[in-house]
T-cell receptor, first 115, second 114 residues
Framework: GAGVSQSPSNKVTEKGKDVELRCDPI?????LYWYRQSLGQGLEFLIY????????KSGLPSDRFSAERTGGSVSTLTIQRTQQEDSAVYLC?????????????FGDGTRLSIL | AQTVTQSQPEMSVQEAETVTLSCTYD???????LFWYKQPPSRQMILVIR??????QNATENRFSVNFQKAAKSFSLKISDSQLGDAAMYFC???????????FGKGTLLTVNP
C-alpha cells in the first residue's frame, strides 16, 4: 500500500479482555517496528521484526504482550488480560530494511482505551 | 543509555514568522542519526528531516533546517515562514548507527497563530 496501515483506529475494551492490534507495512519493507505512546512515558520502543523473526523483543513491558508477523508482511500485537496502564496509542512503523540509514515510516496508530 | 531532551513543552509562532525548537541528546557513540518527526492530531508520525552525525553540513528540507552542533550534542529545528499546517507536536529522535531502535524526546507542541 501507499503507507503503513493500522487497525483499528480506536479500540475501547474492558479491563481483563484480550486485544489484537494490526499493522500492514509498506509493501516491500522487510523491517517492522511497534512503539507505544503514552502520556507518562512518551514514545517507547516495543519490538522489532526483520522478516518474520523478532530479533529484539526487549521493549515488551510484560509477558501479557506478544507480537507476530506472518508472510513477512502483516503484524499483530496482542495484549492479554488488559490493564488500565495499557491505555496508550500503539504506533507501527516500517522501513525498507533494518539499517539505520533507512527512515522509519509510521502509521496513524491505534488508540487503545482500557475501561 | 541514550537520552533525548526537549526542554520546550510548548512553543507558539505567528504565521509567516520563524521558530526554533530545541533538542539535546546524550550519547557516547560517534556513529548515529538524528531526526525530527511531526505528529499532527491525525497521530501519524511524519519524518520532517534527518541528519547523519558524520556530516558537518546541516540538513535542510524546504522551510525546515537544523542546526547540528555535534560537540554540544545539540540538534535544533528551525521552521521558516511558518504555516498553519505546521501546527503539531514535534519530536526529536536519536538512532545509533547499525541500530533500529529510535529514542524519542518528550515532544514540543507547536501552535501557529494566524
Amino acid at each position: 500500500g501507499a503507507g503503513v496501515s493500522q487497525s483499528p483506529s480506536n479500540k475501547v475494551t474492558e479491563k481483563g479482555k484480550d486485544v489484537e492490534l494490526r499493522c500492514d507495512p509498506i509493501s516491500g519493507h522487510t523491517a517492522l517496528y511497534w512503539y507505544r505512546q503514552s502520556l507518562g512515558q512518551g514514545l517507547e520502543f516495543l519490538i522489532y521484526f526483520q522478516g518474520n523473526s523478532a530479533p529484539d523483543k526487549s521493549g515488551l513491558p510484560s509477558d501479557r504482550f506478544s507480537a507476530e508477523r506472518t508472510g513477512g508482511s502483516v503484524s499483530t500485537l496482542t495484549i492479554q488480560r488488559t490493564q488500565q496502564e495499557d491505555s496508550a496509542v500503539y504506533l507501527c512503523a516500517s522501513s525498507r530494511d533494518g539499517g539505520s540509514n533507512q527512515p522509519q515510516h509510521f502509521g496513524d496508530g491505534t488508540r487503545l482505551s482500557i475501561l | 543509555a541514550q537520552t533525548v531532551t526537549q526542554s520546550q513543552p510548548e512553543m507558539s509562532v505567528q504565521e509567516a514568522e520563524t521558530v526554533t525548537l530545541s533538542c539535546t541528546y546524550d550519547t557516547s557513540e560517534s556513529d548515529y542519526y538524528l531526526f525530527w518527526y511531526k505528529q499532527p492530531p491525525s497521530r501519524q508520525m511524519i519524518l520532517v528531516i534527518r541528519q547523519e552525525a558524520y556530516k558537518q553540513q546541516n540538513a535542510t528540507e524546504n522551510r525546515f533546517s537544523v542546526n547540528f552542533q555535534k560537540a554540544a550534542k545539540s540538534f535544533s529545528l528551525k521552521i521558516s515562514d511558518s504555516q498553519l499546517g505546521d501546527a503539531a507536536m514535534y519530536f526529536c529522535a536519536y538512532l545509533r548507527g547499525s541500530n533500529y531502535k529510535l529514542t524519542f524526546g518528550k515532544g514540543t507542541l507547536l501552535t501557529v497563530n494566524p
